[in-house]
């Protein structure tokens, strides 16, 4: 069984600083990451994922996480937050099939 | 080139009423999802189905009825609507082979009176 824990419900950064949103995982088996984020009434938008190669994998508008088995994390991060970052965040974990676990989310604000 | 659209949007029904909601994809994913999302639960599946006439209940399933008669259309239905289904509800599909990435549509507001 898998599950997610996403450390804070809510993150507030000032414009062009760095953010970082913390998850946590647990799997039994070698493990897909997933960072999806949702902007204001709509739907999830695929970040980036991790499936096994790369530790450290690039995303879309910025946005990267390293996957460290140690520690059985997949931290997300980007070095200077915009405005337009403003959103809620999803880590979700896989097994390798089709049923992805969802952490409860984190909400970021971006002060000017 | 829509990939998934949902509707209603928003809907506003009462206690005790049948709701439906709609989920079609222009796609010809196999699996196809639906998730509420509750504040502070991130998103729980209720129902998913691995190709047309095939379903099985997720984490949630309790309430609602599903069925797919069709590969591209996956409708969620409330039998009996209650306040603890006040919810936004995505659809979504995946496409076997692509590394378990799950594409979600817009999305359904609804608020049970």
């Known amino acids: 069984a898998q599950s997610v824990t996403q450390l804070g419900s809510h993150v507030s950064v000032s414009e062009g600083a760095l953010v970082l949103l913390r998850c946590n995982y647990s799997?039994?088996?070698?493990?897909?990451l997933f960072w999806y984020v949702q902007y204001p009434n709509q739907g999830l938008q695929l970040l980036l994922k991790y499936t096994s190669a790369a530790t450290l994998v690039k995303g879309i508008n910025g946005f990267e996480a390293e996957f460290k088995k140690s520690e059985t994390s997949f931290h997300l991060t980007k070095p200077s937050a915009h405005m337009s970052d403003a959103a809620e965040y999803f880590c979700?974990?896989?097994?390798?099939?089709?049923?992805?676990?969802f952490g409860a989310g984190t909400t970021v604000t971006v002060r000017a | 080139d829509a990939g998934i659209t949902q509707s209603p949007r928003y809907k506003i029904t009462e206690t005790g009423r049948q709701v439906t909601l709609m989920c079609h994809q222009t796609w010809s994913h196999s699996y196809m999802f639906w998730y509420r999302q509750d504040l502070g639960h991130g998103l729980r599946l209720i129902y998913y189905s691995a190709a047309a006439d095939i379903t099985d209940k997720g984490e949630v399933p309790d309430g609602y009825v599903v069925s797919r008669s069709k590969t591209e259309n996956f409708p969620l239905t409330l039998e009996s609507a209650t306040r603890s289904q006040t919810s936004v509800y995505f659809c979504?599909?995946?496409?076997?082979?692509?590394?378990?990435?799950?594409?979600f549509g817009p999305g359904t507001r609804l608020t049970v009176l």
């Open positions: 799997s039994s088996v070698p493990p897909y």
């Open positions: 979700a974990v896989s097994e390798g099939d089709y049923k992805l676990s």
């Open positions: 979504a599909t995946y496409l076997a082979g692509e590394a378990d990435t799950q594409y």
